[in-house]
């Protein structure tokens, strides 16, 4: 199924996520998505620009990523997900193009990871001058598109073992990477292709965090360590 693309429509979303939670085997779609439930590498990706926004729950099994697009909409005042859903089935080498479709059309957010100078997968920002971390945060109020990631590695656990959450903000054109700093907002510039690299970042340190090997080598460490 890699590359393909399913649109869902309320009722037929209703059946499919009915079947996966009972295991599958009905449908190709069905069996794939009860699959992924367990997955062992998990992310949620929250995008919003202006009144519209999506949520992206991303898994990885193997080689295998999907995707599942849910709109996010709005009536009388209360933000809800819309009936219905999109799939994305795609190989861990297609995932970046296949995601961009649900977020913001912004280049700041959507450059690949190849976009960034040097590759800066993984590395963390320098820290701004107190001038200009005082005018990123003045910034903040005219924001055009803003991306919250949570990357997730399960290893047969009621909760996750690791957790990576970030932060993207989108002012001027410009990326900003959120974070904050003795509970006050410190938001650094970052390079459009930032949040693919740590994207691909994380989610290969979710990968080792749950393979065998890893998990073996990590109970041996804390054996060692008592």
Do not use: Y
Not at 42 to 59: E, H, K, W
Not at 133 to 145: K, M
Not at 151 to 171: Q, T
């Amino acid at each position: 199924m890699a590359g393909r693309i399913l649109e869902l429509d309320a009722k037929q979303w209703a059946a499919v996520t009915a079947e996966a939670r009972d295991g599958g085997g009905a449908t190709a779609v069905g069996t794939a998505l009860a699959e992924h439930l367990g997955a062992p590498v998990r992310a949620t990706l929250i995008s919003t620009s202006g009144s519209s926004g999506t949520v992206t729950r991303l898994t990885m099994v193997g080689e295998r990523v999907l995707l599942v697009i849910q709109v996010i909409a709005e009536r009388d005042g209360e933000t809800f997900l819309a009936p219905g859903a999109e799939l994305r089935f795609a190989n861990v080498d297609e995932l970046w193009p296949a995601l961009t479709a649900a977020l913001p059309p912004f280049e700041a957010l959507r450059a690949p990871a190849s976009a960034v100078p040097g590759g800066g997968e993984g590395t963390s920002p320098s820290s701004s001058p107190a001038g200009d971390r005082a005018e990123l945060i003045r910034l903040l109020d005219g924001e055009q598109a803003n991306l919250q990631v949570t990357v997730e590695a399960w290893r047969n656990a009621e909760a996750p073992a690791v957790v990576w959450p970030r932060l993207w903000s989108v002012v001027d054109g410009k990326l900003l990477d959120v974070r904050t700093d003795d509970g006050e907002l410190a938001p650094v510039e970052r390079p459009a292709g930032s949040v693919a690299a740590e994207l691909q970042w994380a989610l290969v340190g979710a990968v080792d965090a749950t393979t065998p090997e890893a998990g073996a080598a990590g109970d041996a460490d804390n054996e060692a360590n008592r």
